[in-house]
């Protein structure tokens, strides 16, 4: 589920045509030519165009004259290294979630709240079973679905009105209604961790638990996910209690509650 703001809502038109088209080519399987760009993002053709031509005085993405279709080029690593050198959670978290997979047999992921926008995917292991759900590292999700939602609406300062309309936004499988799904946060506030059995992915059961900064409120979030039932053979309870102790562990290390 990509999240992204309509352009027109934005009050930095420029930066925000820029990060969708850097996100728009890094979802890209093949390069992509300025209509087809311009066309997935409903910009003005000369518009987007003078957007790549900037992106690529930055060496941001690289145009190919042969194909005149345009990819990420390099200097996005650079931009990309520098937060990770930076990133205590990204580091702290890998290691909890190597081990989490390895001994529960599913997919792990280190997630990173982004407001209370998004979400995106900073760390990610898998367990041995020949096949695995996976998410890629950079994967952006709506910061209020599924099992890390439940953790955010739980632990986050959102009044219950802006619950309320925010949830009405979100896409799911198999939707909750806004009652079931508060019922869920508040399983979610009692035990310290959330579930989603098969609302946000028909068959998927997912288990989040937060990690919070200083200030006390959620910042990251350990996930689990698996097909339903294998997250059921491998406890989905026991699961969930392992992620709250890692989240815990790595609260701590980063200084939050």
């Not at 760009?37 to 165009?49: K, Y």
């Not at 609302?199 to 350990?222: E, M, N």
């Amino acid at each position: 589920m990509n999240d992204v703001r309509p352009l027109s809502d934005t009050k930095a038109p420029a930066i925000a045509r820029a990060a969708a088209i850097l996100r728009l080519l890094g979802k890209s399987p093949a390069p992509l030519g300025v209509s087809a760009i311009a066309r997935e993002l409903g910009l003005v053709p000369s518009t987007c165009l003078y957007v790549l031509r900037a992106l690529a005085e930055e060496e941001l993405v690289a145009f190919d004259p042969d194909t005149r279709r345009y990819r990420l080029e390099a200097g996005v690593l650079t931009l990309a290294r520098g937060w990770l050198k930076r990133d205590q959670f990204a580091d702290l978290a890998q290691g909890a979630l190597d081990r989490l997979a390895r001994d529960h047999d599913v997919t792990m992921l280190g997630v990173q709240l982004v407001g209370t926008e998004h979400m995106v995917v900073v760390a990610a292991a898998r367990g041995g079973q020949n096949f695995q759900l996976s998410a890629d590292v950079g994967s952006r999700f709506p910061a209020l679905i599924s099992a890390t939602g439940r953790c955010l609406a739980a632990f986050g300062r959102l009044s219950g009105a802006e619950l309320e309309r925010r949830f009405a936004t979100l896409i799911w499988d198999d939707p909750p209604t806004f009652d079931q799904w508060l019922d869920q946060v508040e399983h979610a506030r009692r035990d310290g961790y959330a579930l989603d059995r098969g609302h946000y992915i028909t068959g998927i059961t997912v288990a989040a638990a937060p990690v919070f900064r200083p200030d006390g409120h959620p910042s990251h979030a350990l996930v689990a996910i698996g097909i339903a039932g294998a997250m059921q053979r491998a406890g989905v309870e026991r699961i969930g209690e392992a992620l709250l102790s890692s989240a815990r562990s790595i609260s701590g290390q980063l200084g939050g509650a």
